[in-house]
């Protein structure tokens, strides 16, 4: 799969950060590091996510279920 628009981005499919599976009033990060981990694992790499999202929690839970456990590229 390759993005015929950004070499870097894997598909043309993104995983949206706006609603995110919530426990307690926060991102629940061990269903997210599932769902994250099954979307990296069918080849894609594309997260979409902004401060805005989830007041700022979407960003905290990709680092936490992303960026700390997979390399940047």
Same mark, same amino acid.
């Not at 307690?24 to 994250?36: C, H, N, P, Y």
């Not at 805005?52 to 936490?64: D, P």
């Given at each position: +799969?390759?993005?015929? =628009?950004?070499?870097?981005?894997?598909?043309? *499919?993104?995983?949206?950060?706006?609603?995110?599976?919530? !426990?307690?009033?926060?991102?629940?990060?061990?269903?997210?590091?599932? +769902?994250?981990?099954? =979307?990296?694992?069918?080849?894609?790499?594309? *997260?979409?996510?902004?401060?805005?999202?989830?007041?700022? !929690?979407?960003?905290?839970?990709?680092?936490?279920?992303?960026?700390?456990?997979?390399?940047?590229?």
């Amino acid at each position: +799969m390759k993005n015929r =628009f950004f070499n870097e981005i894997r598909g043309n *499919f993104g995983f949206g950060c706006m609603r995110l599976p919530m !426990k307690d009033g926060e991102v629940d990060l061990e269903e997210m590091r599932k +769902m994250t981990d099954e =979307f990296i694992s069918r080849g894609f790499n594309y *997260f979409d996510t902004a401060h805005g999202y989830i007041g700022g !929690k979407s960003e905290t839970a990709i680092r936490e279920c992303v960026s700390k456990r997979y390399p940047r590229e």
